[in-house]
């Protein structure tokens, strides 16, 4: 069973400054990759996805993550925080099994921005 | 083209009765997944139907079941429903069956059991 780990429930950067959050995944078999953000009140909208095309995916919102495989990890970066970057960041992790596929999610981490 | 939408946005419920969540794909879109989320277990999947047919279910109880119609809009329903059903519960499409593929969320639906 795959799994995910998201360090760090709560993020605060400033405006301007890097916004890093950390994923950590655990598969048997090559994984599918997702990272969301959820603002209030609102579905969740894929910011970028791994599927093994590229180790370094970018994304939408100047958002980006690279797979490491070693490290078993899927960070997202963006280099200079916007105020409407706040917002809750989701984690996930796909794998094709025999019973049909699903998404595993991380617990979240919400990110402040202060101005 | 529409995104995913579900209806109701809202329900307020009472312990002990049943309730009816629909979910009505993009467009093209054949596969259908259900998550619930709440602030203690995050978001955990439910299940997912694709050409009508369930290919993959969560661990939930039997009082969660659902279904898809032809044109694959999808409904959930909740049968004798607890307090800790309290939850906003997300529905996904994706072209196939997710794996690569991208699952599109609609807005939700947040379901209050009183």
């Known amino acids: 069973a795959q799994s995910v780990t998201q360090l760090g429930s709560h993020v605060s950067v400033s405006e301007g400054a890097l916004v890093l959050l950390r994923c950590n995944y655990s598969?048997?078999?090559?994984?599918?990759l997702f990272w969301y953000v959820q603002y209030p009140n609102q579905g969740l909208q894929l910011l970028l996805k791994?599927?093994?095309?590229?180790?370094l995916v970018k994304g939408i919102n100047g958002f980006e993550a690279e797979f490491k495989k070693s490290e078993t990890s899927f960070h997202l970066t963006k280099p200079s925080a916007h105020m409407s970057d706040a917002a809750e960041y989701f984690c996930?992790?796909?794998?094709?099994?025999?019973?049909?596929?699903?998404?595993?999610f991380g617990g979240g981490t919400r990110v402040l921005v202060k101005p | 083209k529409a995104g995913v939408t579900q209806t109701p946005r809202y329900l307020i419920k009472t312990r002990g009765q049943q309730v009816t969540l629909s979910c009505s794909p993009i467009?093209?879109?054949?596969?259908v997944s259900w998550y619930q989320q709440t602030p203690g277990q995050g978001l955990q999947f439910l299940f997912e139907?694709?050409?009508?047919?369930?290919?993959n279910k969560g661990n939930f109880p039997g009082r969660f079941s659902g279904r898809q119609f032809s044109n694959s809009r999808s409904e959930m329903n909740v049968s004798t429903l607890e307090l800790g059903d309290s939850a906003l519960y997300l529905c996904?499409?994706?072209?196939?069956?997710?794996?690569?593929?991208?699952?599109?969320f609609g807005p939700g639906t947040r379901l209050l059991v009183l």
């Open positions: 996904a499409s994706s072209l196939a069956l997710a794996g690569a593929e991208t699952q599109y």
């Open positions: 139907y694709f050409s009508e047919t369930q290919r």
């Open positions: 467009s093209g879109h054949r596969s």
């Open positions: 791994y599927t093994s095309a590229a180790t």
């Open positions: 598969s048997s078999v090559p994984p599918y």
């Open positions: 996930a992790v796909s794998v094709v099994e025999a019973a049909g596929n699903k998404l595993t």
